[in-house]
């Protein structure tokens, strides 16, 4: 069992940055892949960042790749997102997820209850 809590949403300008934090509980941390996901009001959750268990690989959607950085530090329990170059279009809803391996959302077993990142123009 693995519990999530994601912090570090706010409001920000268009062009700004923010740092999601998703602090896990658990002994098994460092052995899931760690994904982060949005949803906007209206539409539905979409991938945006996922990285390997030991941090080696990582993967991102494009609407976000040059702009987002996922890591983790397995130590701390905690993967982050560095959102730099914000956009109103990233406006969400932001989950972070556990799973045996990266991928698509259904691969993830364990969700957060999600950060409100809000852009604004």
């Known amino acids: 069992q693995v519990q999530l809590v994601e912090s570090g949403g706010g409001l920000v300008q268009a062009g700004g940055s923010l740092r999601l934090s998703c602090a896990a509980s658990g002994h098994t941390f460092s052995s899931y892949a760690m994904g982060w996901f949005r949803q906007a009001p209206g539409k539905e959750r979409e991938f945006v960042a996922t990285?390997?268990?030991?941090?080696?690989?990582?993967d991102y959607a494009d609407s976000v790749k040059g702009r987002f950085t996922i890591s983790r530090d397995n130590a701390k329990n905690t993967v982050y997102l560095q959102m730099n170059s914000l956009k109103p279009e990233d406006t969400a809803l932001y989950y972070c997820?556990?799973?045996?391996?990266?991928?698509?959302?259904?691969?993830?077993?364990?969700w957060g209850q999600g950060t409100q990142v809000t852009v604004s123009s």
């Open positions: 990285i390997s268990w030991s941090g080696a690989s990582s």
């Open positions: 997820a556990a799973g045996a391996v990266p991928g698509p959302l259904a691969s993830y077993r364990y």
